[in-house]
């Protein structure tokens, strides 16, 4: 796989050695209010990466680590959902120990991973309405609302508009 690395941070995926800070991340109150309620402890944690370990091998979506170059792990992000021109990701979280400016790298990676590495030419996902900072980020992106319910907005992405946002940021913050 092509190495997914920028100024501050980098992606890896995601191992069976992962699932305490998974888990102790996903339990965080700090961090879970807009994610999915976690059942179970480590060890269902841990079943949960094996089966998803799986589905990862036969290319059907993809778990990363975001971590600091010192390898120090700040939080994850999966990419999903494959269609035949579109990829979801979700799944995005950041702890404390996160750089400045790793929410913008980890955006861009994931976009260079769905668009450069897979081949996909959109990306979808959805947002709690509640999550205000969350949506506004996507919205400079470039995002563009196209449905909703009554406790999600779905928005989708071009390649090709993410191309005018990535010549922007790319160079900040060292994406290649």
Request: proline share 1%; with cysteine.
């Amino acid at each position: 796989m092509q190495e997914l690395k920028s100024k501050t941070i980098q992606l890896r995926l995601v191992e069976v050695d992962d699932a305490s800070f998974i888990y102790t991340l996903r339990c965080d109150s700090r961090y879970n209010k807009f994610l999915s309620y976690v059942n179970g402890g480590v060890s269902e944690q841990e079943e949960w990466i094996k089966r998803y370990k799986e589905s990862e091998g036969r290319g059907e979506q993809f778990y990363f680590i975001i971590e600091t170059p010192d390898l120090k792990p700040c939080g994850t992000v999966r990419v999903y959902d494959f269609n035949d021109k579109s990829f979801c990701w979700g799944s995005w979280i950041l702890n404390e120990n996160k750089t400045k400016t790793a929410a913008l790298e980890a955006a861009l990676l994931v976009y260079q991973f769905g668009f450069d590495c897979l081949g996909f030419v959109e990306s979808h996902f959805d947002v709690r309405k509640d999550n205000e900072k969350v949506i506004r980020f996507h919205e400079k992106f470039g995002a563009k609302k196209i449905a909703e319910d009554s406790e999600n907005y779905y928005f989708s992405i071009s390649k090709e508009q993410l191309s005018i946002v990535r010549k922007k940021y790319n160079r900040i913050i060292g994406v290649k």
